[in-house]
């Protein structure tokens, strides 16, 4: 069964497969925030987009619903975060220098206390930028590739000064699609959904829930004809004569598969031509309908 277009969907519709871009508080894990949203919004699941440490705070995604097949794009996007450096000494002059050259692929090995082995591996640390400094503080912008950790940054940002270092405050500022001018907190969630169940006022509950495809917004799309939908929603391959139009993509890039009024219907690889007459154009990765 196809959705609706996502702004004919009903408040309970959105629900179900939403998006909600939340500002996590400090305190409970990003965990804890994705169940109080499920509970919240009484639905049967509910996913965060990215882990944050509870003393974190910032832009966390929760996606409600069907929409937490949806967790795999934000493993795709860069993520931002603003830190405070904490060093053990008096700043070096050439601090913006030095910052400047963890630009670029960076060895990392996750910290004893995390979800995954500990095995070297490379992050893309696409921009770090030295915003303010004031006495041993030093203000961080860092725009980097998901699943970099910004505590091992900051220490071996300080070994490379020669004072050592480690991570003050941390807030995440932006997780691709979302950014922070866009965050709602808990409070707004709670506050639009008891207007809606009470009232059957849903104005504020559509500025707080997005419809999930807003989570696909940084994918290469595909537009697929409603036959061809409905075959992958049988568990078909999306193949050349359903495609309708097509984004440039590469070979094996992960791109969202949409009909023509904008809903969303599968994510999957890119894995042919689109312009050819036969053929596999996208393989499965996630049916959404």
């Known amino acids: 069964m196809l959705r609706a277009p996502p702004e004919e969907r009903s408040p309970a519709e959105l629900l179900e497969f939403g998006v909600v871009n939340l500002d996590k508080p400090p305190g409970p894990s990003a965990h804890q925030v994705a169940g109080w949203v499920r509970d919240a919004a009484e639905v049967e699941q509910a996913a965060h987009a990215g882990t944050l440490d509870p003393k974190v705070t910032g832009c966390l995604p929760v996606l409600t619903g069907a929409a937490t097949r949806l967790s795999q794009v934000f493993l795709e996007g860069a993520k931002e975060y603003v830190a ?3 060093l053990h000494d008096d700043p070096p002059a050439d601090l913006d220098a030095i910052a400047a050259e963890f630009e670029g692929p960076l ?3 996750p910290p004893r206390k995390s979800a995954v082995a500990r095995r070297l591996r490379v992050r893309e640390i696409h921009d770090l930028d030295v915003l303010e400094v004031q006495d041993r503080q030093a203000l961080l912008r860092i725009r980097c590739e998901s ?8 220490h071996d940002l300080g070994l490379a000064l020669g004072t050592g270092a480690h991570m003050g405050d941390l807030r995440r500022t932006a997780t691709d699609p979302f950014e922070d001018s866009t965050l709602v ?7 639009a959904l008891a207007r809606w169940r009470e009232d059957g006022e849903d104005d504020r509950l559509r500025e707080v829930v997005a419809p999930a495809e807003r989570a696909l917004t940084h994918l290469p799309e595909v537009t697929v004809a409603p036959s061809a939908a409905e075959q992958v929603a049988q568990g078909a391959q999306v193949y050349a004569p359903g495609v309708i139009e097509a984004d440039d993509a590469g070979e094996g890039q992960l791109v969202a598969c949409f009909t023509p009024d904008g809903s969303a219907v599968c994510l999957g690889r890119m894995a042919g031509d689109p312009d050819a ?6 393989e499965l990765e996630r049916v959404l309908v």
């Open 147 to 154: 699943g970099t950790y910004i505590r091992k940054l900051c």
């Open 277 to 282: 007459e036969e053929g596999v154009v996208v």
């Open 84 to 86: 405070v450096l904490e």
């Open 107 to 109: 060895y990392q090995k």
């Open 185 to 191: 907190t808990m409070e707004d969630l709670t506050d």
